[in-house]
């Protein structure tokens, strides 16, 4: 396994492009830039925790292909405990870092990929599982991070990726020869990639007989030839280029450091692809990838609202209004919340079924469930957290000005809460208040893993609407005949 240390030290040999605000930031600067250093130490975190005692338990894992231990973001589930501990690891992490640490993403799609190769294999006799198992096998003993690219541009949302005006806007094989493929497009809001090793791409909805050029799942490294990113801006991320008070969680950021990765005719060789054409299977794909994904919504979203939490009752107590009645039930009411998300993860992994690969997957229902409770619940736990947090979050002088040699004084005077706490300490945290209930954090939990009709599309597939009807129609003591209703 990997150190925190040999994973920063592995970053910096890559021949990575990425620009940043239209500057091409040099290969191996890339993840010392303020816009990144941050993601860089929170994806860090995935790697130091495996490597202590302390969390060895839930962060590493036995290889059900070696044998060997190693980090569990490498790791195909193999039982409902694997998945429960999957959620139980992010919600650790996130306690730790306040926001996303990226890993999850190629977690779920080597999961998702693995039991589908199989699948396919079975169906049609290809050999991508074999393939898949290869690849996997150098991600776990080098401890790679893969970063998970489904998300394709899209263009008229109306259209099929064989019907946009411009075919690119959603990665296609351009080319096929005796040693691999060329792709081209991009994959929009790419969490982690700019500090990945790899990246997996997938297609991004289910496709028909003309879209099968669409149909393609594949690895390839992050600085393959033909491959740049284009960073993505977040709130108030001019910030970095100041002090560490105004950033709020200086230290690791806001979500993932998400980019737009452009495939420029990129050559894929034949092992590294996994799905070529096969159209058939891309729905149950991406229905799959979806489903694990939306498991981890309750972990690391559990985790962050445990420090928004922990940073609205700080600004309580530093302010004076700590032991009122409504900031305590305010409180109470985003622990309720939290511990809802949380539960919906964990049931969704103990009602967890092994596939015919042996991988073992999520209650689908169950995860949609919980995803879509975060559409919705984070606002409110993040509104409450503004409710105490006061006014001062959206109006606070900046770091300087407090540093100021003579208005700090005056910021220091006037933004004191009780008056054993120092200002900056009251500073600080509603910093941190704002840096985790702003635009891009919020955005996250709505879009990530699919917007909120993307799981309601998937209730109707598997609520078995039907049977309710069956249900209530027995009790009521009514006939069905279903030819009736037109
Ligand atoms: C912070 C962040 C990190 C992310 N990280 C990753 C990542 O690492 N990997 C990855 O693959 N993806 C990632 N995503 C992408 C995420 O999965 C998508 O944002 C999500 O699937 C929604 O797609 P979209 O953003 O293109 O929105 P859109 O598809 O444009 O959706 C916007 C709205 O339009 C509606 N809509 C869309 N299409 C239709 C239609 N045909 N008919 C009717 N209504 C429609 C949607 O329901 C929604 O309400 C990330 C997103 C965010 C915000």
């Known amino acids: ?112 990929t693995y039991s589908v190769t199989y699948d396919m294999d079975q169906k049609l006799g290809t050999d991508y599982h074999e393939r898949f198992k290869k690849f996997l096998l150098y991600v776990q003993e080098n401890d790679l991070m893969v970063a998970g690219a489904m998300t394709d541009p899209k263009g008229d949302r109306s259209l099929r990726p064989s019907q946009q005006a411009d075919p690119d806007m959603f990665v296609h094989v351009v080319e096929k020869n005796d040693k691999g493929i060329v792709i081209r497009g991009a994959k929009a809001h790419m969490t982690g990639m700019v500090n990945s090793h790899e990246m997996l791409i997938m297609p991004t909805m ?26 993505g801006r977040q709130t108030n991320d001019d910030r970095k280029m100041e002090g560490d008070i105004d950033q709020g969680n200086a230290k690791f950021g806001i979500v993932g450091g998400e980019s737009l990765t452009i495939l420029n005719d990129v050559f894929v060789p034949w092992e590294r692809v996994f799905m070529c054409g096969e159209y058939q299977f891309s729905g149950l794909l991406v229905e799959r990838f979806a489903c694990y994904h939306r498991q981890n919504y309750g972990g690391c979203k559990g985790g962050v609202s445990d420090v928004v939490i922990g940073a609205a009752a700080l600004m309580a107590d530093f302010s004076g209004y700590g032991k009122a009645g409504h900031i305590k039930e305010k409180l109470n009411e985003m622990i ?88 900056e300490d009251r500073m600080r945290i509603g910093r941190l208040i704002e840096n985790m209930t702003g635009g891009t954090a919020l955005v996250e939990s709505m879009h990530g893993a699919g917007s909120p009709q993307a799981q309601k599309v998937m209730y109707s597939k598997l609520a078995n609407l039907e049977q309710k009807k069956e249900f209530a129609a027995h009790l009521a003591g009514v006939h069905l005949n279903k030819n009736e209703v037109k």
């Not at 010392?32 to 969390?55: L, Q, R």
């Not at 289910?206 to 284009?230: F, T």
Request: charged share 25%; net charge neutral.
């Open 206 to 231: 289910g496709m028909k007989e003309d879209d099968a050029d669409y149909a393609v799942c594949c690895a390839l490294p992050v600085d393959a030839p033909g491959v740049l990113h284009i960073f």
């Open 336 to 423: 309720h919340l939290t511990e809802t998300l949380y539960a919906c993860s964990l049931a969704c992994s103990c009602q967890g079924t092994a596939t015919a690969s042996g991988a073992y997957f999520v209650d689908p229902l169950l995860a949609n469930v919980g995803k879509h409770n975060v559409t919705k619940l984070i606002y409110d736990i993040d509104r409450l957290a503004q409710d105490i947090g006061g006014g001062i979050i959206a109006t606070m002088p900046s770091e300087s000005d407090l540093k100021h040699p003579e208005i700090g004084q005056y910021v220091d005077k006037y933004l004191r809460g009780v008056a054993s706490v120092p200002t």
């Open 1 to 112: 396994m990997k150190t925190a240390r040999d994973y920063i030290d592995s970053l910096r040999e890559r021949k990575i492009k990425v620009y940043i605000k239209g500057e091409l930031i040099d290969s191996d600067k890339v993840i010392d830039h303020p816009f990144i250093k941050g993601h860089v130490n929170a994806a860090s975190m995935t790697y130091s925790m495996a490597n202590s005692p302390k969390y060895e338990d839930l962060m590493t894992v036995k290889s059900h292909l070696t044998g060997k231990k190693i980090n569990r973001f490498t790791h195909i589930h193999q039982s409902t405990e694997d998945l429960l501990n999957k959620v139980k690891m992010l919600r650790t992490i996130s306690q730790q870092t306040g926001t996303c640490y990226q890993r999850c993403v190629g977690f779920d799609a080597m999961n998702t």
